[in-house]
């Protein structure tokens, strides 16, 4: 039995009382993953992203462990509900335009010493102190660096649009703007080398375009290295007791991590490992979360259709979008349908070993983006269930 069959008769033992669709998380891989990236992050901690997780109870465990240290938000509705919980380091990874969160922000002295916001620009600020609605309290800023490469003059660009702030000068100049500005307090730099940390550089099939996404990587590396470490001696200089430099992401790990500049590392997609992260040198993690979904027909040989499945994930439309058939071994899409809204072909010889009502188990493109199809997890050790716990959505909450 190949270790991934080992895995279908553990999953389906576990889940055999259970109807599909439903979505688990192997414990002992999260836990091993968990442990890979504090391997590789080098003794500097590690900032869990909650949205590649989604999941209150998971974000306990992960920062339970040593080496993890805090949590990088999505929406600033999210941090207020996870500080309101009890998480006590919550940094906003993106500028927010929710008026009403920055009041209740302002006018909550818990909520203001646990929440770290993004800016990178004064416009900003002005929203925030014209949403106070008379609060007070100070509010913690973090600077966002744009990481991307350019080329040629800066007509060829690598990596996402994210900020405006490229240079040290100009994170410096918002960093004076933020000092001489009552009510805010400047604390971080954060800088996500997306087109480093989310980009696979083994694509199977395709060595050229590997070894040209390597070439690339490592020219990004040196150059945002030299420049990072520029910008935080700038901001510094403005802000000397700057509380963290936040860098990397889960495919960079052990390199942000080895720059002196950086002080802590953000990561969670290598807790779960969905299926975008199986192309990479950097290192291999262990699927931990799936869902199944039920056989429900049997349209001829080699074929079988399971209930729904069509789960997209966020990006640029393609293949490397879409759940990947997992288990068992050897099923594949029809080209013609896909994944489906209501329902799924697949085809392979594994097909006619499947009766209706088995599960078949998929991996989902994106990590975080699956607890958004599911009000619940269930938490497998061995071939037992040992808690079910919800998703935000099972919580009631859709941030985005």
Known sequence: MTPRAADRARYDRATAHLDAPVAIVDLEAFDANADDLVRRAGGKPIRVASKSVRCRALLERVLARE???????????????????????????????????????ANDPKLAAAVTVMVDDPAQLELIDAARAGGGEEVRVCLELDTSLRLLGGRVRVGAL???????????ELARSIARRPGFRLVGIMAYEGHVAGVGDSVAGRPLRSRAIRLMQ????????SRRAAVVRAVRAVAPDLEFVNGGGTGSVQHTAAEDAVTEIA?????????????????????????????????????????GGGYPASGAAGADRLPVPYLPEGLRYDPQEGPGEVQTPLLGSPADDLLIGDKVWFRHAKAGELCERFDSLQLIEGDRITATVPTYRGEGRTFL
């Open 267 to 307: 990561a969670g997609s290598g807790l779960y490992v969905p299926r975008l992260f199986d192309n990479y040198t950097s290192f291999t993690g262990r699927p931990a979360a799936l869902f199944a979904q039920p056989v429900v027909r049997r349209p001829g040989v080699g074929v079988v259709t399971v209930l």
């Open 218 to 225: 490592s020219a990004a590396r040196k150059e945002l290295e």
């Open 67 to 105: 080496g993890f240290a805090g949590i990088m938000s999505f929406t600033l509705d999210e941090s207020l509900w996870l500080a309101r919980a009890g998480f006590e380091d919550v940094l906003l990874a993106y500028p927010s335009a929710d008026r009403t969160s920055f009041g209740e922000l």
């Open 162 to 172: 994210r900020s405006p702030l490229r240079e040290p000068a100009q994170l410096a």
